[in-house]
Nanobody, 125 residues
């Protein structure tokens, strides 16, 4: 079955960097778009970035453009989120998710059917 497992979270100082990893199993990553979401305490889950299955096109939330990069390695069944110049407001639990086979990158988290368990990112001095 479709499984997603995130890793790479941790504590980082403002201005620092982290790379999150999303390991996919049970399916061939080539056919799936993958999104990264985050949820901070008391806030709704929000989309951060997405990479399309078909042409690798990427999209980003305005709040992370120029700082975050999403990319994939289909041979390793991995998707990554490189986060640079982290700010305290980036602190959240980060999740990777997929809407399912052949689907594009929906903007709403409700259109994603498979989720990982999340990894915590804390940005603090």
């Amino acid at each position: 079955q479709v499984q997603l497992v995130e890793s790479g979270g941790g504590l980082v100082q403002p201005g620092g960097s982290l790379r999150l990893s999303c390991a996919a199993s049970g399916f061939t990553l080539d056919y799936y778009s993958i999104g990264w979401f985050r949820q901070a305490p008391g806030k709704e889950r929000e989309g951060v970035a997405c990479i399309s299955r078909s042409d690798g096109r990427t999209s980003y939330a305005n709040s992370v453009k120029g700082r975050f990069t999403i990319y994939r390695d289909n041979a390793k069944n991995m998707v990554y989120l490189q986060m640079n110049n982290l700010k305290p407001e980036d602190a959240a639990i980060y999740y990777c998710a997929t809407p399912g086979q052949w689907a594009p990158c929906p903007s709403s988290p409700y259109e994603y059917n498979y989720w990982g368990q999340g990894t915590q990112v804390t940005v603090s001095s």
